[in-house]
């Protein structure tokens, strides 16, 4: 069964840091590339950060460029978005997302993140 589970959120003041993880089981990690995606309240679901299967290639939405870092460990079968100079704007619930080459998507429930002063 393909499971794929975050932690790590909390809340966090303008300016901190926070590191949310993805843990993943049921198939092999770095056959598929992975994404980090967030859905404020009252907005759709957007892609953050993207990287590839083996983690030599990442992308980023300009907002979170510098401030936001994504990186994959496949041995231990996670993934990482350590998150920098936090804004409100980033309140979110942050959801981790696993893609095949075929087009296949798997989702996990997403944990939330509070920026907030």
């Known amino acids: 069964q393909v499971q794929l589970v975050e932690t790590g959120g909390g809340l966090v003041q303008p300016g901190g840091s926070l590191t949310i993880t993805c843990a993943a089981s049921?198939?092999?990690?770095?056959?598929?590339?992975m994404a980090w995606y967030r859905q404020a309240p009252g907005k759709e679901r957007e892609l953050v950060a993207s990287i590839s299967n083996s983690g030599d290639s990442t992308n980023y939405i300009a907002s979170v460029k510098g401030r936001f870092t994504i990186s994959r460990d496949n041995d231990k079968n996670k993934m990482y978005l350590r998150m920098n100079n936090l804004q409100p704007e980033d309140t979110a619930v942050y959801f981790c997302?696993?893609?095949?080459?075929?087009?296949?998507?798997?989702w996990g429930q997403g944990t939330q993140v509070t920026v907030s002063s």
């Open positions: 997302n696993a893609y095949t080459s075929t087009g296949s998507n798997f």
């Open positions: 049921g198939f092999t990690l770095s056959r598929v590339g």
